[in-house]
């Protein structure tokens, strides 16, 4: 589907970590309550984004409750959604979960195509069953080349969960994408022009880098955020930094993808200035002013 104005916009949410009611981070985090406004604010967007994304670590446990509390909350979510798992994911739950939205294989790895808009999405699983690292073996591989292969000259980005770069927090780099994926990923990147971007999740904040001759993103999570804790701290601290939403913005007449990040913010977003003049809003809150 192409629109008139050759615009598509692509939304990225991640590391949503729905659990049931009562559970550590659904009490101290709220992640269900952060979904809901995280769909509210995707929903209310003036533009509507064409696509979600949704890349891993989409509920905490992998439990089947925790699916059916989680496609509650998405079922609101007005754009079609496409999800990947993450190493919080169970694999067969999710794909039950998601099954009739018919784009998820039936079986094996939960890796695929979206080939209905003008940017062509490939959906990475890097999901290995009980570790919070991930990986791409060599059928995930060759699946990817054969997928970029096929489609040589479309516009394409990439989403996964692990983030395929080092991104100097130690512990969640001792957590990321093992260094022999990330050596042949970058291997089959480098071989296919195509991708404009790739887009992943895991660590809970908004990174950007260059990768493999494209670029290489992470967007942060809807709900908890970590603290951004450089060498030669050592620790898996959590802060409630902005929750943000990664919007691609793909412009055909320059052939452009366009990488904002859309705050989803405590307070609701009101305009101070419309470009015509000031407006009768309070523009900060108390503690602000001289
Ligand atoms: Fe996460
Ligand atoms: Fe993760």
């Given amino acids: 589907m192409t629109h ?3 615009i598509m916009l692509i939304a990225q ?3 949503t970590h729905v659990q049931m009611p009562g559970g550590k981070l659904d009490r101290n985090y709220a992640t269900a309550a952060h979904l809901e406004r995280a769909v509210e604010h995707l929903n209310g967007l003036e533009r509507q984004p064409d696509v979600v994304l949704l890349t891993g670590d989409t509920v905490d446990e992998g439990t089947a409750q925790e699916y059916g509390r989680l496609r509650e909350i998405l079922s609101d979510l007005k754009p079609p959604l496409y999800v990947i798992p993450g190493n919080h994911d169970n ?4 794909r039950r979960a998601f099954a009739n939205d018919g784009y998820l294989p039936r079986d094996g790895f939960l890796h695929y195509t ?14 290995v069953v009980g570790e919070h690292g991930g990986a791409l073996c060599r059928e995930r591989l060759e699946w990817l080349g054969a997928r970029l292969q096929e489609s040589p000259a479309r516009p394409t980005v990439v989403f996964m969960h692990h983030p395929p770069f080092r991104v100097g927090h130690q512990l969640m ?7 022999d994926s990330v050596a042949k990923f970058e291997q089959v ?5 195509q991708v404009h971007q790739v887009i992943a999740g895991h660590l809970h904040r908004p990174v950007i880098t260059r990768f493999a001759g494209t670029v290489a993103s992470v967007c942060p999570s809807t709900a908890q955020q970590l603290a951004l804790d450089l060498p030669p701290l050592r620790r898996l601290a959590t802060v409630m930094d902005p929750a943000a939403a990664t919007l691609l913005f793909w412009d055909e007449q320059s052939g452009t993808l366009v990488h904002h990040l859309s705050y989803i913010d405590e307070r609701p977003t009101h305009l101070l200035n419309d470009g015509g003049g000031w407006l009768d809003n309070e523009p900060l ?3 602000f002013h001289s």
């Fill in 4 to 6: 008139a104005d050759g």
């Fill in 13 to 15: 949410i991640s590391d």
């Fill in 91 to 94: 694999r067969e739950e999710l």
């Fill in 114 to 127: 979206v080939e209905d808009w003008p940017v062509r999405l490939i959906g990475l699983d890097t999901h």
């Fill in 173 to 179: 780099d001792e957590m990321g994408l093992e260094p």
């Fill in 189 to 193: 990147l480098s071989c296919h022009k």
């Fill in 285 to 287: 809150p108390p503690g």
